[in-house]
């Protein structure tokens, strides 16, 4: 029913050794994402109370310096590809992670907003470039019957670090705030010790330019409309990313060790979303997955604004986090339905929807964190938000397949 990734755009299988360390490349990936996304990135979400507590920063500071992680996000993305040009990929990726791993170092010195903005936007950063560059460093030299799965465990890490996150911040916590931040580095440190010999040794880059001149598929006018919907999905995560813990904690006065509990089932939902998704693309195709991710996150995301009894959050919470990391297969899976030849028109389209999600996404942050301030904290209507966009994006998909069928309707009359 659907061209699945690893089929379109392959000109060749790796050879068996290469097949035998397609999982040891795969666990270089899930650390990489896993550092740059799920604890350089995410593990602030449960800091938030904290860092009010301990009167660091103020709650409006708070949420604006997760706000400047989420712009680093972007210029991540932007420059993703000009630096692995530069650079090659795989330097590219070891200096992210151990750019992310400093942040977390340097963010247990509360020197000045400024001090710690710069920063969270250098963690944010990295984990841009880890994402546009991780899966295409490593997919190529992956069997073509594997990459789903392959992709779908580094898609992962995000998750794996959201969990760690919330399991070793209260921990860590209870020893001190700055000892927090250091704990974090020192994980983040030696997951890139663990992955720095485990990359591959051919840099895809190099292929990729060479053969940049060749000629062009045709890309299909739905590209920039999947960026779109890609882009409305980020505004749709941004509430529970951003604000689900201290909504928990202090907006509804259950403290942080519960808000963090919440933010465990998020992770916990976020390493099983990828492989979740994969698999219903798999049976369905990648496009009607895409409508039923769409539906259920509207749904999902809106639900805190409608009731905040503990088995709704929890849903919302799983639900919410499992579509964090696993819309990424399901976009990346459509790009390569659309565009089923040519492998450097994959990673353009690839490369400029990560930019559209990170463009939305952070300002989603900025607006969200100065509609939470101007309307003296109120929670619900970010969730409301947020449940608006996913269905926003859903109705653009409909309306979308409508007009193809109205066209293919009228070319066969």
Request: glycine letters at 12%; proline letters at 6%.
């Amino acid at each position: 029913m659907s061209a699945t990734p690893h089929r379109s755009g392959s000109r060749s299988h790796p050879s068996a050794p290469e097949a035998g360390q397609a999982w040891r490349f795969a666990a270089a990936g899930l650390c990489a994402s896993l550092v740059g996304l799920g604890l350089a990135r995410f593990a602030y979400t449960p800091l938030i109370p904290a860092l009010i507590a301990a009167q660091w920063f103020s709650p409006s500071d708070v949420i604006y310096l997760g706000a400047a992680n989420l712009a680093g996000y972007l210029a991540g993305a932007l420059a993703a590809r000009p630096l692995a040009a530069r650079t090659g990929s795989i330097r590219a990726l070891r200096g992210t992670m151990v750019l992310a791993t400093l942040s977390c170092l340097a963010c247990a010195m509360p020197v000045a907003f400024a001090w710690f903005f710069a920063w969270r936007f250098l963690a944010g950063l990295s984990g841009g470039v880890i994402m546009v560059l991780a899966a295409s460093t490593i997919l190529p030299h992956t069997a073509p019957g594997k990459r789903g799965l392959v992709g779908g465990v580094i898609f992962a890490g995000v998750g794996l670090g959201i969990a760690a996150s919330g399991t070793l911040v209260p921990l860590l916590l209870q020893q001190g705030l700055r000892e927090s931040w250091l704990g974090l580095a020192a994980l983040s440190g030696v997951l890139t010790l663990v992955a720095w010999p485990n990359w591959p040794k051919a840099d895809p880059t190099t292929t990729a330019h060479a053969g940049a001149n060749a000629a062009r598929p045709r890309l299909s006018a739905a590209i920039p409309v999947l960026s779109l919907q890609y882009g409305l999905n980020a505004v749709a995560l941004v509430p529970h990313m951003v604000f689900v813990v201290d909504f928990v904690a202090r907006g509804l006065g259950q403290g942080i060790a519960a808000g963090s509990q919440y933010w465990v089932l998020y992770g916990l939902g976020a390493v099983a979303g990828p492989l979740l998704t994969g698999h219903l693309a798999d049976r369905a195709g990648f496009g009607p997955a895409l409508r039923v991710a769409f539906l259920i996150q509207a749904v999902a995301a809106a639900l805190p604004a409608v009731t905040t009894a503990p088995a709704a959050l929890i849903v919302s919470c799983i639900v919410i986090g499992g579509f964090t990391p696993g819309i990424v297969p399901l976009v990346l899976g459509r790009i390569h339905e659309l565009i089923p030849h040519g492998a450097e028109a994959q990673r353009a389209a690839w490369g400029r929807a990560t930019t559209m999600f990170a463009l939305f996404q952070a300002g989603a942050a900025y607006g969200l964190a100065a509609l939470f301030d101007g309307t003296g904290g109120d929670y619900r209507i970010l969730f409301v938000i947020g449940g608006t966009a996913a269905a926003l994006a859903l109705a653009i998909d409909l309306a979308m397949a409508l007009t193809v069928r109205a066209r293919s309707s009228g070319a066969s009359s």
